[in-house]
C-alpha cells in the first residue's frame, strides 16, 4: 500500500468531519460542551480513527467491494462506543430538542448516529479512491 492513502484519508476525512460538523450546527442538532471538543472530535474521532486507520490502514488495498462491508461494521462498532461513552458517561456534547429522523429521545439520536459513523470509512475509502482526488 502506498504510504500517501492512509494519510490521504486522514485528510478526506477531516474535511468530511468539518463539513458534518457544520451541517449539525446549522441544522442545531448537538451542541458541544466547549470548543476544544469540537475540534478534538474532527481531528481525532474522524481524522485519525475513522480516516487513517479504519479506512486508510484497515481498508487499504483491498477492493472496495470486499472491504466496505468490514469498514462500515468498525466504523459503526466504534460510532456506537463513542456515542454511548458520551451518552452514559463524558456528557461532552448533548442532544438538542429538535428531533432526529423522528426520535426525540437522547439515547435513541446516540444510537443512531453511532450507527451512522459506520458510513464514514466508507465514504472516505470511496472518495481516497476518486481518480480526481488521488
Given amino acids: 500500500m502506498p504510504s500517501a492513502v492512509p494519510l490521504r484519508c486522514m485528510l478526506i476525512s477531516i474535511v468530511l468531519g468539518v463539513a458534518c460538523e457544520l451541517v449539525s450546527g446549522r441544522l442545531q442538532i448537538w451542541t458541544y460542551r466547549n470548543r476544544a471538543t469540537l475540534v478534538s472530535n474532527v481531528i481525532l474521532m474522524f481524522g485519525v480513527v475513522q480516516g ?27 460510532g456506537l462506543i ?13 442532544w438538542s430538542k429538535t428531533p432526529l429522523l423522528g426520535l426525540t429521545r437522547s439515547r435513541d439520536k446516540a444510537a443512531v448516529v453511532g450507527v451512522a459513523w459506520g458510513f464514514a470509512p466508507v465514504a472516505v475509502a470511496v472518495l481516497a479512491r476518486t481518480p480526481m482526488l488521488s
Fill in 52 to 78: 487513517l486507520a479504519i479506512a486508510g490502514l484497515v481498508g487499504g488495498n483491498w477492493s472496495l467491494t470486499d472491504i466496505a462491508p468490514l469498514l462500515f461494521m468498525l466504523g459503526g462498532v466504534v
Fill in 82 to 94: 463513542y456515542e454511548g461513552l458520551n451518552e452514559f458517561v463524558v456528557h461532552n456534547w448533548s
